[in-house]
T-cell receptor, first 113, second 114 residues
C-alpha cells in the first residue's frame, strides 16, 4: 500500500510557467513533509520541507502548500526554468516514532525553453 | 566535505553471487539508511541504523544484510543476488533534531543481476 500518493507522473511546462506537483497521505501521524529533486544519474537532493504547523513555506521559486484537513501537500515551482527539469519526489515521515521516510513515486518534470 | 560516498557506481552480478555495497559519510550523522529505487515505485527503505551497533529492517529487507560498526560506515550486503535485486541503490544519512531531519543521499550504485 502506497503511503504517499504523488501526481502527476510526468509534467511538461513552458519556460516561465508554474509547475505544480501534488501529494496525498493517509497517516495523520506524519509530521514532516520534504520534497526532493533528482537529476539523472544523481541521488535525490533535499529541496524544501514543511511541518504541519504552517500552511505554506517558500524558498526562492519553490513553495510548499500544505492542507492538513485534506491530508494533501503540493510543490509549486514559479517561473519554471529548463534547469528545473528533473524528477521530484515528495515524502512523509513521523518524527516521533521512527526513521521511515515514505516516498511518492516521483514526477518527471520537463521545462520547455 | 564529501557528504555521502557510495562505491561502486556500477556493478553487474551473476545470479547467486554475493557482494557488498559500500557507504561512508563524513558528517557525523547518527542516522543512516539504504534505499532502492525502481521505476514507478519511488524509493523504498531496505535497512536503517540509528547509531553504531544498531540496525533495523525497513520495508523491503529480504535478501540484504547490514551492519554498523562505526558512525561513518554502513555497508549493505547482498547474500545471494537475484534478478529482482536489479535496481539503483542509495545510501542516505541525516543528523538529529528537526533542523537536520532531511536525508542527504549518495550518488547511488546501479546494480544489474543477470
Amino acid at each position: 500500500q502506497q503511503q504517499v500518493k504523488q501526481s502527476p507522473q510526468s509534467l511538461i511546462v513552458q519556460k516561465g510557467g508554474i509547475s505544480i506537483i501534488n501529494c496525498a497521505y493517509e497517516n495523520t501521524a506524519f509530521d514532516y513533509f520534504p520534497w526532493y529533486q533528482q537529476f539523472p544519474g544523481k541521488g535525490p537532493a533535499l529541496l524544501i520541507a514543511i511541518r504541519p504547523d504552517v500552511s505554506e513555506k517558500k524558498e526562492g521559486r519553490f513553495t510548499i502548500s500544505f492542507n492538513k484537513s485534506a491530508k494533501q501537500f503540493s510543490l509549486h515551482i514559479m517561473d519554471s526554468q529548463p534547469g528545473d527539469s528533473a524528477t521530484y519526489f515528495c515524502a512523509a515521515s513521523d518524527t516521533n516514532t521512527g526513521n521511515q521516510f515514505y516516498f511518492g513515486t516521483g514526477t518527471s518534470l520537463t521545462v520547455i525553453p | 566535505n564529501a557528504g555521502v560516498t557510495q562505491t561502486p557506481k556500477f556493478q553487474v552480478l551473476k545470479t547467486g553471487q554475493s557482494m557488498t555495497l559500500q557507504c561512508a559519510q563524513d558528517m557525523n550523522h547518527e542516522y543512516m539508511s539504504w534505499y532502492r529505487q525502481d521505476p514507478g515505485m519511488g524509493l523504498r527503505l531496505i535497512h536503517y541504523s540509528v547509531g553504531a551497533g544498531i540496525t533495523d529492517q525497513g520495508e523491503v529487507p529480504n535478501g540484504y544484510n547490514v551492519s554498523r560498526s562505526t558512525t561513518e560506515d554502513f555497508p549493505l550486503r547482498l547474500l545471494s543476488a537475484a534478478p529482482s535485486q536489479t535496481s539503483v541503490y542509495f545510501c542516505a544519512s541525516r543528523g538529529t533534531g528537526i533542523a537536520n531531519y532531511g536525508y542527504t543521499f549518495g550518488s547511488g550504485t546501479r546494480l544489474t543481476v543477470v
